[in-house]
Every structure is written in structure tokens, then in C-alpha cells.
């Protein structure tokens, strides 16, 4: 399955989101699926 995440990033997210954005990646990556993102500067 691909899974499409929108969201953003920024030096002032709190550690404790960032932790769990990786956690649903290993999630992802272990159950088969795909993560679909983009982005710009």
C-alpha cells in the first residue's frame, strides 16, 4: 500500500512528534508499505 502523509517540518517541532512521525515510518517500513511525500523550499 502507498500512504500519503501530509505535514511540515520546522526546528521548533516538539521532539515528542518528531518520535512518533519516525515511529509510524519503522511502522510502514516493516508492514510493506510505501510512504508517497513531497515538498519545496
Same mark, same amino acid.
Not at 500512504?3 to 515510518?25: H, N, Q, R, W
Not at 511502522?27 to 519545496?40: A, T
Given at each position: 500500500?502507498k500512504?500519503?502523509?501530509? @505535514?511540515?517540518?520546522?526546528? /521548533? ?7 512518533? #512521525?519516525?515511529?509510524? @515510518?519503522l511502522?510502514?517500513? /516493516? ?7 513531497? #515538498?519545496?523550499k
Open positions: 500500500m500512504v500519503c502523509i501530509f @505535514g511540515f517540518s520546522s526546528a /521548533e517541532t516538539p521532539k515528542e512528534y518528531t518520535d512518533v #512521525g519516525y515511529e509510524l @515510518g511502522k510502514l517500513i /516493516e508492514n510493506g508499505h510505501s510512504l508517497v511525500f513531497g #515538498g519545496w
